[in-house]
């Protein structure tokens, strides 16, 4: 058992997960922008979150990183976790990018010598060092983007939380991002990024994570499957997890997990070759289970449904 240290922060092992939430739901201003949202996230695994705009994916990178309470909920974290985390939006600054990251890093806890060294580092593998003396507040979106990237990474973070790191950067600093991401992942760091092209979790995620409306509508993990043949996602109500732990054998079965959704009722999501999918429709009709949905996934195209970025959910941002 954990020790709470603020609302809804549980400083716990949490047995090997850095981090993991439980039903965690956010209001603002009256309005629910995350609803009873679960996760879990292990060392040297990297999740992907995808969802439209407004769906609330900033919002639960906020939380992981500890910066926005929760409104219920629990958020477990393994103790001393060092999170580095790189948020979606970041000014332009009228300091330099060594006045910016030696104050970052001051604030991380690092020394005066170990902030010059990971600083240099960093700012050549981002091709910034020539600019190292310059005000940023005339710097492009790419370059700004990689200053907050930078600054997420001055503490060899355990977890690493990337709001669309992607965005404003080129395609060689793309390249880049994923290579040095895959390097992190080797060294055990967990990952968690917001994305809206699906090229970016082809390229780098173990686990999806998809939002809808604040809501988790899907949840995927091994990904790769993804890719690799046509698979049906199957949300049905009224059966529960544990009586169906033996479709883990079953030919054809890549994933189970409880999904909140739909009029509050729990239910749980299934993922399965689009070959087998009579066969486990069957089965849960069979056990007294209802079924809410089915939807087929042509591979990767399935995904984009989820990621069209020109498709807000609700207002925007206030
Ligand atoms: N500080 C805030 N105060 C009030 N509402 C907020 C605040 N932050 C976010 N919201 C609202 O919460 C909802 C989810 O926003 P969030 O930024 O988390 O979504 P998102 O999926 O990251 O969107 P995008 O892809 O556009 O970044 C939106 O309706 C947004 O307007």
Not at 245 to 267: A, I, K, M, N, Y
Request: net charge negative.
């Amino acid at each position: 058992m954990g020790i709470k240290t603020g609302k809804g922060i549980v400083e716990s092992p949490a047995e090997a997960a850095c981090a993991e939430l439980e039903a965690v739901s956010k209001m603002y201003t009256g309005h629910m922008v995350l609803q009873e949202v679960s996760m879990s996230i292990w060392p040297g695994n990297i999740t992907a979150l995808i969802g439209r705009n407004g769906s609330g994916k900033s919002t639960l990178l906020s939380i992981l990183a500890g910066l926005v309470q929760v409104t219920s909920g629990a958020i477990r974290r393994k103790a001393d976790l060092v999170i580095g985390y790189a948020p979606e939006a970041f000014p332009g600054l009228k300091f330099t990018p060594e006045q910016y990251l030696r104050s970052m890093g001051r604030i991380r806890g690092l020394s005066a010598r170990e902030i010059e060294v990971r600083m240099a580092e960093l700012l050549e593998l981002f091709h910034l060092a020539p600019f190292r003396g310059q005000p940023m507040n005339n710097f492009s979106k790419g370059m700004l983007q990689k200053i907050n990237l930078i600054q997420s990474l001055l503490v060899e973070p355990e977890l690493l939380l990337l709001d669309e790191p992607m965005s404003g950067l080129d395609l060689s600093a793309q390249n880049m991002l994923v290579q040095l991401l895959r390097e992190r992942k080797e060294q055990g760091t967990a990952v968690v990024f917001s994305v809206h092209e699906p090229q970016w979790v082809e390229a780098l995620a173990d686990h999806l994570h998809i939002l809808q409306a604040g809501r988790t509508v899907r949840m995927q993990q091994g990904i790769q499957e993804l890719s690799a043949r046509p698979t049906t996602y199957i949300v049905f109500k009224h059966l529960q997890e544990e009586e169906l732990c033996q479709w883990r054998d079953q030919p054809g079965f890549l994933s189970l997990q409880v999904v909140t959704e739909l009029h509050d009722q729990p239910c749980l999501g299934l993922t399965v070759d689009a070959a087998v999918s009579d066969a486990y429709l069957r089965q849960v009709l069979e056990r007294g289970g209802s079924v809410v949905s089915v939807e087929p996934c042509d591979g990767w195209s399935g995904l984009e449904l989820w990621m069209n970025p020109k498709t807000p959910e609700g207002g925007g941002k206030s």
